[in-house]
């Protein structure tokens, strides 16, 4: 938590293909990473999330995983479709008081 | 279950002014949190209420205020509106320590 840094910031992708977003943090007592789709004029949507005693988690074309030792945790959507297109943003809370940092979000843009 | 509802979608106000947005979080929770977000801040933390009482806040002058009811329905004030106020104000809630669920934003616009 606190710092959450999320790469790229733009993410253009042919239908079908693979998308993959990263982020790091740095609370190493962290223990729960959420990602968030934020459709335009819409909320953010929990879509997926992964706590820290598993490595990797899938809910159908979405997948991610955690690497607790670089401080890192990614998603990855596979066969990309139109809908998936939106900006997404990762999260990381505070080990103290659950507060959490969002990384800067990317937007992705599937080409049809 | 209803998820978090914010009211209202949209306002506009003028500059000096203060509103005033709510907030309902899905049935059971009792965390409500606050955030700002604007195209060059991203999201950022406002506060954080659990049973009415202010658990966390950000780093926001005191003319962004909030409370708690007891049936868990939040609202926040911005007093003295200023241009830079115009934003999405978007409210969330969660039951335990970690799954937080988003409402839909009230589009404020500052003029």
């Known amino acids: 938590g606190e710092n959450v840094e999320q790469h790229p910031s733009t993410l253009s992708v042919q239908e079908g293909d693979s998308a993959v977003i990263k982020c790091t943090y740095s609370?190493?007592?962290?223990?729960?990473f959420p990602w968030y789709k934020q459709e335009l004029g819409k909320g953010p949507q929990l879509i997926i999330d992964?706590?820290?005693?598993?490595g990797e988690k899938k809910d159908q074309r979405i997948a991610v995983t955690l690497n607790k030792t670089a401080k890192h945790f990614s998603l990855h959507i596979t066969e990309t479709q139109p809908e998936d297109s939106a900006v997404y943003f990762c999260?990381?809370?505070?080990?103290?008081?659950?507060?959490?940092?969002f990384g800067a979000g990317t937007t992705v843009t599937v080409r049809a | 279950k209803a998820g978090v509802t914010q009211t209202p979608r949209y306002l506009i106000k003028t500059r000096g002014q203060q509103v005033t947005l709510s907030c309902s979080p899905i049935?059971?929770?009792?965390?409500v949190s606050w955030y700002q977000q604007t195209p060059g801040q991203g999201l950022q933390f406002l506060f954080e209420?659990?049973?009415?009482?202010?658990?966390n806040k950000g780093n926001f002058p005191g003319r962004f205020s909030g409370r708690q009811f007891s049936n868990s329905r939040s609202e926040m004030n911005v007093s003295t509106l200023e241009l830079g106020d115009s934003a999405l104000y978007l409210c969330?809630?969660?039951?335990?320590?970690?799954?937080?669920?988003f409402g839909p934003g009230t589009r404020l616009t500052v003029t």
């Open positions: 969330a809630s969660r039951l335990r320590t970690d799954e937080q669920y």
């Open positions: 609370d190493s007592a962290s223990n729960y």
């Open positions: 992964i706590r820290s005693n598993v």
């Open positions: 999260a990381a809370p505070r080990s103290n008081d659950y507060k959490l940092s």
């Open positions: 049935s059971g929770h009792r965390s």
């Open positions: 209420y659990f049973s009415e009482t202010q658990r």
